[in-house]
C-alpha cells in the first residue's frame, strides 16, 4: 500500500500501528459526513463573496479563510445545482457561491488490496475521504496550457475533486495497460486514462 500527501512523491512507510490506509482515515477527521443538503429546499438569499480557488483555498471578501475548521463547515453544506453552480445551502436559506474549477481538492491517496481486489481510495483537502468506484468514477480532462491530463474524481452530490500534481505522479506509479488503453483498476471497475499512443504523463 502507497500514500502520498500534496507536496511528496515519496509514498510514506506503513506504521507499525496501522496500514497507510488507517493513517488516512485517522488524518480525514474521523469521518464526520456532510449534511444532507439534497433535502433541503430553502429560498434563494442571492450571491456571496465567497471563492474556492483553482487551487481548492476558501476566500471571504478576497481574504483566504485561514481557519480549517470554517472551511470544513462549510465543505458540508455545499451543494451543486443542476445548472452547474455551487451554493452553500442550509434548511433555511441558499447562497451562491463562485468555484473557479472544482470545489475540492485530493491530497492523498491510498492502494489497497492486489490484483481484481485492488481500491483506490481518495482523501481531500477538506477530509471527504472517496474509493473510486462506480459511485466515484474518475474522469480526465485536458490541461489546455501543457497538453497534461488532470484527473478528477466525483466525490458526493455532483461535487468534484482534482488530484494534486503529487497524487497524480504516485497515482502513475500503478497505472496498467489493456489492449491500447490505459487505466487504473479500483473496485472490480477499469477506468481509463489515456491510450497507448498517447502521452500518460501528468
Known sequence: MSVTKQGETKAEDVSAHGSALDGLIERAGGL??????????????????????????????GRPIQREALVRLFSTVLRREPDGSHVLVTPAEKLTITVEDVPFIVVEMAIDGEGEAQRLILRTNVGDVVTVDAEHPLRIATDASDDGLVPYVLVRGGLEARLARPVVHELARHFEQRGDEIGLL????????GRAEASVTP
Open 186 to 193: 479500483s473496485a472490480g471497475h477499469f477506468f481509463v486514462i
Open 32 to 61: 464526520r459526513g456532510p449534511a444532507p443538503v439534497h433535502l433541503w429546499n430553502p429560498a434563494h438569499c442571492g450571491a456571496s463573496d465567497i471563492r474556492i480557488d483553482h487551487q481548492g483555498g476558501w476566500h471571504h471578501e
